[in-house]
Nanobody
Framework: VQLQASGGGLVQAGGSLRLTCKAR????????MGWYRQAPGKQRELVAS???????TYADSVKGRFTVSRDNAWRTVYLQMNNLKFEDTGVYFC??????WGKGTQVTVSS
């Protein structure tokens, strides 16, 4: 199983980024996919998730600013992040199901 996340970077507060996670080695369409983040000195937390049926869940801190979506044909899950805040800084990871984690991508928001 391979989950390749990309799209992180340095952005000013108020800016946008789009994260992409491409999956290999799993039957992607049946998996719930999640985006998590870990800020320095903090625990990893769920940012957003999307079920195989398309039901979406968001952390309260990102509701109205972030949008999770998936493209089963391309085995890819996306996280569109708008109006970024300094506190959104962290390493973002994608997760497939309960056990499959990808390497993270760094998001840094300058205030």
């Amino acid at each position: 199983v391979q989950l390749q996340a990309s799209g992180g970077g340095l952005v000013q507060a108020g800016g946008s980024l789009r994260l992409t996670c491409k999956a290999r080695g799993i039957n992607f369409k049946i998996y719930e996919m999640g985006w998590y983040r870990q800020a320095p000195g903090k625990q990893r937390e769920l940012v957003a998730s999307i079920t195989s049926g398309g039901t979406k869940t968001y952390a309260d801190s990102v509701k109205g600013r972030f949008t999770v979506s998936r493209d089963n044909a391309w085995r890819t899950v996306y996280l569109q992040m708008n109006n970024l805040k300094f506190e959104d800084t962290g390493v973002y990871f994608c997760k497939a199901g309960q056990n499959h984690w990808g390497k993270g991508t760094q998001v840094t928001v300058s205030s």
